[in-house]
């Protein structure tokens, strides 16, 4: 039986960069949760009878949003639900089987890398058909929706059990749960050279994969110990846990600390990983040196070939804008096109379906590929690993190599975290005000070449997208980008990204603070950071 129940609208539903993302208590208010499904199934096309896939990262309240999607699908016109089992479905995971099963769509529970339980975060994102996530076209129609809302649709009968793997009904809906993890490995598997990797491992090369207590512990466990053979073991904090077990599920310097320790001790695992809490971001870690976000993208990108999956190479690359320009160098030397967006795996969807890009990646530690339209944690070990057992180099030879070909983008993010909006407001301001005398202006040794606030005009659809976070180019390429996060759930961080291209080899050993040293000082100097924030250094430095 439908109920509908009589709502009143909340004025702050907007989605960000990745969905719509709060503190857990904020989401348990009365009827928080309802209005912004109902506003999404207001809004978004789909056939009658429609399919949805739904799950989630396992964390604080997921279980009780799944249910409750679940049963107000049933009272909105779907016909089939797929369901992660317990409600399980890593983000990269839930795309598949979005694009697998032919859904309209899917919602996808998660707040990625911040923490979880009782007072952590939780959050809200939709998927669009093409597996990927809505573009702003649809999230903005959402939010005007969620402004307006007066009534919702929900079936009386509780959901089935999401334990049980299986079909069962709800109403005039089917409902299907499958297990989360099968669709993926079997995806992994057409991609990537299994035997390859499998003998690598049989042949003593050691690995550390830490799911961080988050969703990807039973994909970990599943491919790494499973189909390719590693001791058990190998994968460490890999159960799932509602508050990541007091963690901060995000593979970063700082939270992956104890991952990136065991790689650095001389008799430590050849390669160490580390993905986040709804499993689309990675932490690539070899023996001794920490893989920037970016490099890794480089070196996939310049590499893929060497896996069955894209051994016919690539048709070009995209990154977003703050990630560094090492990847645009691979694209000059290979001549492929490299596309640069804002950030936000959305703004990829576009380029993957036209076929113009074949990898993906951004600085915030995600990298993916046209197999899925969201970016891929495990997708990622796997090209590494691929590669590691085609070359027979360790991770450090392939960067050095790298370098040596193509030059290196020495490369930090700043992050000055809950920093007040007002200050932070200020200091975008106060750039963007002077952005049009700062052509010529000199630091230092540095001169302003152009300063702008980035905007884009996707090539498929012609939407334009704008206020995308200030550049300021120093003639040589050198590089500072001001962007405040679109993901954060309390005040506003800023991210300073800095980046100098370094073409000689025998510097490209420098530790990246002395190399950007020059730069850094200049960030401050600009930006005017501790006027507008108050704070003496950033909290994080990845
Ligand atoms: C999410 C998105 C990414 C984005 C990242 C950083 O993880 O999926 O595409 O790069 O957030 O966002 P922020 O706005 O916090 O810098
Ligand atoms: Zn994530």
Not at 135 to 146: D, V
Request: glycine fraction near 12%; include cysteine; hydrophobic fraction near 40%.
């Amino acid at each position: 039986m439908i109920e509908t129940v009589a709502t009143t609208p909340y004025d702050d539903q907007k989605p960000g960069t990745s969905g719509l993302r709060k503190k857990v208590p904020h989401f348990q208010q009365p009827h928080y949760a309802q209005n912004f499904i109902q506003s999404l199934f207001d809004v978004v096309e789909r056939p009658a009878d429609a399919a949805l896939v739904i799950g989630g990262d396992g964390r604080f309240f997921n279980r009780e949003v799944i249910e409750l999607a679940i049963r107000m699908a049933a009272a909105n016109g779907y016909g089939r639900v797929i369901v992660g089992q317990d409600g399980i479905l890593s983000t990269p995971a839930a795309s598949n089987l979005i694009r697998k099963r032919q859904a309209s769509g899917g919602i996808v529970l998660s707040a990625s890398h911040n923490p979880g339980g009782p007072d952590g975060d939780f959050g809200i994102k939709y998927n669009i058909s093409n597996g990927g996530p809505a573009p702003e076209k649809i999230t903005e129609a959402t939010y005007r929706r969620t402004k307006e809302i007066t009534e919702y649709k929900i079936v009386c009968e509780p959901a089935p059990d999401l334990s049980k793997i299986g079909e069962t009904r709800l109403g005039d809906m089917v409902v299907e749960i499958v297990d989360p993890v099968a669709d993926y490995a079997e995806l992994m598997q057409a991609l990537f050279d299994f035997p390859a990797i499998k003998a690598m491992l049989a042949g003593g090369f050691r690995m550390r994969f830490d799911a961080m207590h988050a969703v990807t512990g039973p994909y970990a466990k599943a491919i790494f110990e499973g189909l390719l053979g590693a001791p058990a073991g190998t994968v460490v904090n890999g159960t799932p846990l509602p508050d990541f077990g007091g963690g901060h599920p995000d593979p970063n310097a700082v939270y992956a600390k104890d991952l990136i320790d065991h790689l650095m001790a001389p008799d430590g695992p050849d390669f160490g990983a580390a993905s986040d809490g709804d499993g689309d971001r990675n932490l690539i870690v070899g023996r001794g040196i920490v893989v920037s976000p970016s490099d890794s993208l480089a070196v996939l990108a310049a590499n893929a070939h060497l896996a069955p999956g894209y051994a016919k190479g690539i048709a070009g690359i995209a990154r977003s804008m703050p990630t560094s320009q090492a990847a645009d160098r691979v694209a000059q030397k290979r001549g492929l096109g490299i596309y640069e967006t804002p950030t936000g795996w959305k703004f990829f969807g576009n380029l993957l379906d036209a076929g113009k890009v074949t990898i993906c990646g951004e600085e915030s530690a995600g990298t993916g590929s046209d197999h899925v339209r969201e970016k891929d944690g495990v997708w990622a070990v796997l090209l590494w690993l691929n590669i590691l057992a085609a070359t027979g180099k360790s991770v450090k030879d392939i960067l050095a190599e790298h370098w040596r070909e193509f030059g290196r983008n020495y490369y930090q993010r700043h992050d000055y975290e809950e920093v007040e909006s007002k200050g932070a407001n200020s200091l975008m301001d106060s750039l963007r005000d002077r952005l049009a005398s700062m052509s010529g202006q000199r630091f230092g040794t540095l001169v302003v070449s152009e300063a702008d606030d980035f905007s884009y005009k996707d090539p498929v659809d012609g939407s334009i997208s704008t206020g995308q976070g200030v550049r300021i180019v120093f003639s040589g390429g050198s590089r500072i980008v001001f962007r405040l996060s679109g993901t954060g759930t309390k005040g506003a961080t800023l991210r300073v990204y800095i980046e100098r291209f370094e073409g000689h080899a025998d510097l490209h050993d420098l530790p990246p603070a002395e190399a950007l040293k020059e730069l850094i000082e200049t960030a401050e100097a600009v930006g005017e950071i501790r006027k507008w924030t108050g704070r003496e250094a950033p909290d994080v430095i990845t």
